[in-house]
């Protein structure tokens, strides 16, 4: 029941910035976790970056002090700021849903976008 649209991905330069968003739509009562999944051509997926409902955030050390994650909670919408851009950030971006409940199912569920392209050229 919760349906995610990414968008901002694109194509940038080394050293360039990009502004991903993710908004969650449905009938949802509350979303514990959001972020952001990557995976890199013949590379096995790498979780990015996350965020509670409450702000507490968590990073890859990978992109730790160049990506920042924020979120929306009256929009269910999440966000990741990318800048100072390098080629290995070249990758499918996925949003996730993590710990999501809907209306009438007390369930918490996880729920996975279908991913934005973002490449950094050299």
């Known amino acids: 029941q919760v349906q995610l649209v990414e968008s901002g991905g694109g194509l940038v330069q080394a050293g360039g910035s990009l502004r991903l968003s993710c908004a969650a739509s449905?009938?949802?009562?509350?979303?514990?976790?959001m972020g952001w999944y990557r995976q890199a051509p013949g590379k096995q997926r790498e979780l990015v970056a996350t965020i509670t409902r409450g702000g507490s955030t968590n990073y890859a050390d990978s992109v730790k002090g160049r990506f920042t994650i924020s979120r929306d909670n009256a929009k269910n919408t999440v966000y990741l700021q990318m800048v100072s851009l390098k080629p290995e950030d070249t990758a499918v971006y996925f949003c996730?849903?993590?710990?999501?409940?809907?209306?009438?199912?007390?369930?918490?569920?996880?729920?996975w976008g279908q991913g934005t392209q973002v490449t950094v050229s050299s």
């Open positions: 449905g009938r949802i009562v509350r979303i514990n976790f």
């Open positions: 996730i849903a993590a710990g999501a409940v809907v209306v009438g199912n007390p369930v918490l569920l996880d729920y």
